[in-house]
């Protein structure tokens, strides 16, 4: 059964950083992308970023430049480093892997 647990959520001033990490179980990790999505109050839920099994990674073009994903596969984790925070980026962050979701993990950027 696979498993995604999301954690390193929490509230950041406007320009900080957050490092979000998911941890999966249940499944050959290495051989997949991972996603990391974001569903923001009121909007649907959208494509932050990817990485392939190879480590190709894509970004939405609202975080480029501004958040890295990466995967550590000896681990079994992928990773969201976040900079340069907005109070745009305020959503509940979830992972994704082939149809299964995270639980999510909330990230509040305020002053």
């Known amino acids: 059964q696979v498993q995604l647990v999301e954690s390193g959520g929490g509230l950041v001033q406007p320009g900080g950083s957050l490092r979000l990490s998911c941890a999966a179980s249940g499944i050959i990790f290495s051989i997949y992308t991972m996603d990391w999505y974001r569903q923001a109050p009121g909007k649907q839920r959208e494509l932050v970023a990817a990485?392939?099994?190879?480590?190709?990674?894509n970004y939405a073009d609202s975080v480029k430049g501004r958040f890295t994903i990466s995967r550590d596969n000896a681990k079994n984790t992928v990773y969201l480093q976040m900079n340069s925070l907005k109070p745009e980026d305020t959503a509940v962050y979830y992972c994704h892997l082939l149809g299964h979701w995270g639980q999510g993990t909330q990230v509040t950027v305020s002053s």
């Open positions: 990485i392939t099994s190879g480590s190709i990674t």
